[in-house]
C-alpha cells in the first residue's frame, strides 16, 4: 500500500523504494554516522534485505531523496516492529523531515497490527535518545556493539498515543 502526504515541500511516502536508490543514499550518508554504516554490514546486503521484507517510509524534497525510515513490521507472532534505520540527509535536517519520518513509520507500524516498536542505537547518542523518548520511547536495555560501542534498546508500547 502506498499512501502520500505533501506538506511544506517535503512528500512523505510509503511503499517500496528501489534497491539501487537506497544503495546510493546510504553510501552517500554512510559517514554521516558513527562509526560508518559500511563498517559494521555489509550496506548491499542489507539493502537486498530490507527491499525484500522490510518496509520504508521515504522523504523527497522534488524529486530529491532527502531521507529514509527503514523498519520491518512483519513478525505476526510477537507483533513488535523493529526500526532499522533513519538517515536525514544534512542537508535536510532541522526541517523536522526526522519527526515525520518517525510519524509514518508508527502509523504504519499500527496499521501492519504491531503492539510495540523496538529501536536500537548508540548509548553516547543523547540527542537520538532524546529524539526517540519523545515518541514515547523508553530505554529497556543496554549491549555491546560492534568495536566496544555500548548500545541501548529502547520500545514504544502499543498505547502508540504519541502521533
Excluded: W
Excluded at 550518508?29 to 559494521?40: N, Q
Aim: hydrophobic share 40%; aromatic share 8%.
Amino acid at each position: 500500500m502506498m499512501s502520500t502526504e505533501k506538506t511544506n515541500k517535503i512528500e512523505m511516502k510509503r511503499g517500496a523504494i528501489g534497491a539501487g536508490e537506497l544503495l546510493d543514499f546510504l553510501q552517500m550518508h554512510d559517514k554521516d554516522f558513527d562509526p560508518p554504516l559500511s563498517s559494521r554490514t555489509d550496506l548491499a546486503a542489507y539493502v537486498t534485505k530490507i527491499t525484500t521484507v522490510g518496509d520504508a517510509v521515504t522523504a523527497r524534497i522534488g524529486n530529491e531523496l532527502v531521507g529514509v525510515a527503514l523498519m520491518y513490521c512483519n513478525d505476526q507472532v510477537t507483533r513488535r516492529a523493529f526500526f532499522s534505520m533513519l538517515c536525514i540527509a544534512q542537508h535536510a535536517r532541522g526541517n523536522m523531515v526526522g519527526t515525520r519520518l518517525m510519524q509514518e513509520g508508527i502509523r504504519f507500524a499500527q496499521e501492519r497490527g504491531m503492539l510495540s516498536i523496538e529501536v536500537r542505537t548508540d548509548a553516547h547518542r543523547s540527542d537520538l535518545i532524546r529524539f526517540h523518548q519523545q515518541f514515547g520511547f523508553h530505554v529497556i536495555d543496554t549491549f555491546e556493539r560492534f568495536g566496544g560501542f555500548v548500545g541501548v534498546k529502547m520500545m514504544l508500547k502499543s498505547s502508540f498515543n504519541t502521533i
